[in-house]
């Protein structure tokens, strides 16, 4: 510990700290811009780059960063000094002086953080005008668009995909006014071994990095009276859309979130929950005949498709052992034009599935060209809790005073253990509630697998089933999936199933979710809110749906059957 002063209060802080540390100690706040601190994920952006938080501290000449200065002993510190603030307002200005100033059409309106620091500083006009740096905007993928003349050179989404992800698609290019942070040689972001998973958009303080907006799709497709518009929502929009209209964290609001589908004009809308039922039963018909035969283990997850994407690219050597079903979210467009429909004796060339997702990558998803049947796509348009969000607020609906409304049916049920997918280790812990049943012939002790929950990065567990010991992991953050597969490449794994996410926190800090500014917190409560539903479904096993049992008897037939294979698994590529 190290004794130091700031704005004349004496603390001890701990000798690694640096002043912004210390500083949050005494509640007193230093603006900051490009520094970015996920403890959780141990990120730290430490690039000091945009010296909003200039501090002065005593017998130095110079201001000092306070995000990367390391306290010393007997260190005097003031950060509410006349020139401490008049150099973060240059330092602003500055940045805004080579910024498009058009925030009332930046999809980061009000969101934005570069908005935001110039507003607490007082920043009345910019009073240096002169060269910019403009960028074609890259729309080459699906899911993300960058417009590079808003990035302001923080470096967070470097940092992110490259020590978080591993995945290296972002790194600074070039000098000067042309300094840019992209893809190696300029590359268009679509062409690379992105994988859409959006972090680097869940941290870009700007509106450089957004999502692909699909919300005018969505109002055209709904406008065609021509078309039956199906609605999906995924297990983690329901406890995070909330905080867009003020709620806290966690806060539940299915009721009000099925009203709003509705009142948006959506013919049916229904629950991406009782496909992740369905998924289950494919998956842990999959698993169980993969360990009693103890072949092609371990088992992945294969419903994130950021994480598909990842495997793709970089162990093209291990396509074999994920799971080879599709992600919940493609199995209900298939189920819902090829089951549904023919119910509904509609053409299912006429339907148009529309998901809602806490994820920038199901865009990307649902464009993968074998992703379909007989020629019909299996979902249409792909939307985040953000866009839906914003479809709300255009519709001018007061979404705190909404009633609740159910889900229609029969694609509406579902059961809490399709809830739990929305945070890591969820997917997994219902795979073990069907599978414990399927093995031991119903003679279950629990439900609840306490033991593969929680929010580290990386956690391993044995689970005993009956006479079966199942190793298990849980992988969420790329980097940390990267550790377990190179184990499994260099033969050191003994794990029967994993379950990766690659998002922090898994679909709960999905890169199209409200953004929660690498707040744990934020991330904990949206985990309990989705394990409060889970508590609170009367059925909390997948196979005891009685909509997936009618699904079956009507028909797919038997999980891993003939209908269900056409319909609900698919191939990776190299
Ligand atoms: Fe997810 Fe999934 S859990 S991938 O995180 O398997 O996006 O929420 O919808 O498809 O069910 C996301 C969430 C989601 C799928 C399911
Ligand atoms: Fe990297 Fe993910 Fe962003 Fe792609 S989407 S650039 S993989 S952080």
Not at 68 to 92: F, L, N
Not at 130 to 146: C, H, Q, T
Not at 332 to 337: L, M, S
Not at 526 to 534: L, Q
Request: aromatic share 6%; with cysteine.
């Amino acid at each position: 510990m190290v004794n130091i002063t700031i704005n004349n209060k004496e603390i001890q802080v701990p000798a690694d700290f640096t002043i912004l540390q210390a500083a949050e100690t005494l509640n007193i706040k230093i603006p900051t811009l490009c520094h970015l601190d996920l403890h959780n994920i141990k990120m730290v952006n430490k690039v000091a780059s945009c010296r909003a938080c200039v501090v002065e501290v005593e017998g130095r000449r110079n201001l000092a960063p306070a995000c990367s200065t390391p306290v010393y002993e007997g260190m005097k510190i003031k950060t509410d000094t006349i020139r401490s603030i008049k150099a973060r307002r240059t330092m602003v200005e500055l940045l805004i002086s080579d910024h498009p100033k058009d925030c009332l059409v930046c999809l980061k309106n009000q969101e934005c953080e570069l908005q935001k620091i110039s507003a607490d500083l007082g920043i009345k006009q910019v009073h240096y005008e002169g060269e910019m740096s403009l960028f074609p905007v890259d729309m080459s993928s699906k899911a993300i668009y960058r417009d590079s003349s808003k990035c302001i050179l923080c470096r967070r989404c470097e940092t992110m995909c490259n020590e978080v992800q591993t995945v290296h698609a972002l790194s600074g290019l070039d000098r000067g006014f042309d300094t840019v942070v992209g893809p190696a040689f300029h590359a268009p972001l679509g062409e690379t071994v992105c994988t859409f998973c959006g972090q680097c958009v869940a941290v870009c303080p700007t509106g450089a990095l957004v999502e692909i907006d699909n919300v005018s799709k969505v109002w055209n497709e709904l406008a065609d009276k021509s078309k039956t518009v199906v609605v999906q929502v995924a297990p983690a929009v329901r406890v995070a859309i909330g905080e867009l209209f003020g709620l806290e964290p966690g806060a539940v609001v299915t009721g009000k979130m099925v009203t709003a589908l509705k009142n948006l004009g959506f013919s049916y809308v229904f629950d991406t929950n009782f496909a992740a039922d369905l998924t289950i039963m494919e998956e842990a018909h999959e698993m169980i005949n993969r360990i009693q035969n103890n072949k092609k283990l371990p088992i992945l997850t294969s419903c994130c498709p950021a994480w598909v994407k990842f495997f793709e690219h970089q162990f093209p050597d291990l396509l074999d052992i994920p799971s080879s079903c599709k992600s919940p979210h493609e199995m209900f467009g298939a189920i819902t034009k090829h089951y549904f429909a023919k119910k509904m004796n509609i053409d299912p060339k006429d339907v148009v599935v529309v998901s809602v997702m806490p994820c920038v990558a199901k865009k990307y998803e649902a464009e993968r060209p074998e992703l379909e049947y007989g020629g019909v796509k299996d979902v249409d348009v792909v939307i985040t809790t953000r866009e839906l969000g914003r479809m709300i607020k255009e519709a001018g609906m007061n979404f705190l005073m909404l009633e609740d409304s159910e889900y229609d049916n029969p694609l509406g049920e579902s059961s809490g253990a399709a809830q739990i997918f929305g945070t890591t280790g969820g997917v997994i812990e219902a795979a073990l509630r069907t599978a414990a049943v399927q093995l031991t012939g119903g003679a279950i002790d629990k439900i609840d697998y306490n033991e593969v929950r929680g929010m580290e990065g990386l956690r391993e567990a044995t689970v005993e089933i009956g006479d079966l010991k199942l190793n298990i992991a849980i992988a969420n953050g790329l980097g940390n999936a990267r550790t377990l597969l190179e184990n499994i490449r260099k033969g050191k794994s003994n794990y029967h199933a994993i379950e990766i996410m690659a998002c922090p926190g898994g679909c709960i800090g999905g890169g199209g979710q409200p953004y929660h500014h690498g707040d744990l917190e934020i991330l904990k409560e949206r985990a309990k809110g989705v394990y409060a539903i889970d508590q609170s479904q009367s059925i909390r096993m997948s196979h005891e749906n009685p909509y997936i049992q009618d699904l079956y008897k009507e028909f797919l037939g038997e999980p891993g059957g003939e209908m269900a294979h056409k319909l609900l698994h698919t191939k990776y590529f190299e």
